[in-house]
Structure formats: structure tokens, C-alpha cells
């Protein structure tokens, strides 16, 4: 679990509420890295974002968790989404989200102006 009152300790609080139990958290670790080294040694569970879990961790990921999720936004000036180059940025996140959330419909990926 991260630092208190981070998205992760958030989360993990909503999980374990709506499960019907409050969490007793003993330790904290800071970054998602080290979570998942410890969770990976069996001596916790950990709760990081999926992106954060190395690929030799994968098999130990439990999927369909619905723990909410965030929004990740880009804030252009009123018209500036026309200009080429911010354009050309706008594609490369709508990519590069469409590729880290495989199974999402890239047309839910919109951009607000």
C-alpha cells in the first residue's frame, strides 16, 4: 500500500469497505515497484496500478477488480487542438492510452476542448 491518503490507500480503503471490513495496515511502502516486489515474496498483498506490474508479475494479478478508476486529461487552449503539432500530441496519448487499455473502444478516448 502507498503513502497515506494517496489514490492507492484510497482505493484500497473503497475495496475494502465495500468487501464489509476496514483494512488494519501495519506497513507502507513508496513505489510501485517495491509493492510488487514484496507482494511477489508472498508476504502481502499488494494493490498497484495494473500499468505498474512487471511482466513477470502478471500471472499473479487478479483481474475484474472494479476499484474505480481516474481520468487523465490534456488541457489545450480553446482552438489550439487544431494546431498541427498539438494534434500530432493529442494522437500519440489517444495511442499510446488505446495500447495500455486493450479491450477499451479508442472512441471512448475522446478529447475535450
Known amino acids: 500500500m502507498g503513502e497515506r491518503d494517496s489514490g492507492l490507500d484510497s482505493a484500497l480503503r473503497r475495496a475494502c469497505e465495500s468487501a464489509g471490513f476496514t483494512p488494519h495496515v501495519e506497513h507502507r511502502l513508496v513505489g510501485a515497484q517495491n509493492i510488487c516486489d514484496l507482494a511477489a515474496t508472498g508476504t502481502a498483498s499488494a494493490l498497484v496500478p495494473a500499468l ?7 500471472p499473479l494479478v487478479v483481474a475484474d477488480l472494479d476499484l474505480g478508476g481516474r481520468t487523465i486529461s490534456a488541457v489545450v487552449r480553446n482552438g489550439r487542438q487544431y494546431d498541427p503539432n498539438v494534434s500530432a500530441v493529442l494522437r500519440a496519448l489517444r495511442s499510446i492510452a488505446a495500447a495500455a487499455l486493450a479491450g477499451v473502444d479508442p472512441a471512448e478516448l475522446g478529447a475535450a476542448s
Open 52 to 58: 505498474s506490474v512487471p511482466v513477470p508479475l502478471q
